[in-house]
């Protein structure tokens, strides 16, 4: 299947800021609903935030008023604005996308999405 590609990420120190990004390949006639996914060592991958084909966001309690999902519809390239990072937010996070539209009870099951990324670091020292 499609792979998608995260960039942005990186080391940095608590209370900093990231910028992850992600394109996904466009195809014609077709909207996509977009999330953000992390992975931190030992943990089960969860869902950190989502953009639905309207560009109404759900977001993971943890990260709420922190984080801001966002995408670029021209490019096709989501975005993940991080700030006031915290140790605890150290991770392999990973973008998805699926074909047409998410449900809100279901978004943040993987297999919902078509699409993966292979992920992008993102360590938080304190």
């Known amino acids: 299947g499609q792979v998608l590609a995260e960039s942005g990420g990186g080391s940095v120190q608590a209370g900093g800021s990231l910028t992850l990004s992600c394109r996904v390949p466009p195809e014609t006639n077709v909207e996509y609903c977009m999330a953000w996914f992390r992975q931190a060592p030992g943990k089960e991958r969860e869902g950190v935030a989502v953009?639905?084909?309207?560009?109404?966001?759900t977001y993971a309690d943890a990260v709420r008023g922190r984080f801001t999902i966002a995408k670029d519809k021209v490019n096709n390239t989501l975005y993940l604005q991080m700030n006031n990072l915290k140790p605890e937010d150290t991770a392999l996070y990973h973008c998805?996308?699926?074909?047409?539209?998410?449900?809100?009870?279901?978004?943040?099951?993987?297999?919902?999405?078509?699409?993966w990324g292979q992920g992008t670091l993102v360590i938080v020292s304190s």
């Open positions: 953009i639905y084909t309207s560009d109404a966001v």
């Open positions: 998805a996308a699926r074909r047409g539209n998410c449900y809100e009870t279901s978004w943040t099951y993987r297999m919902h999405y078509n699409y």
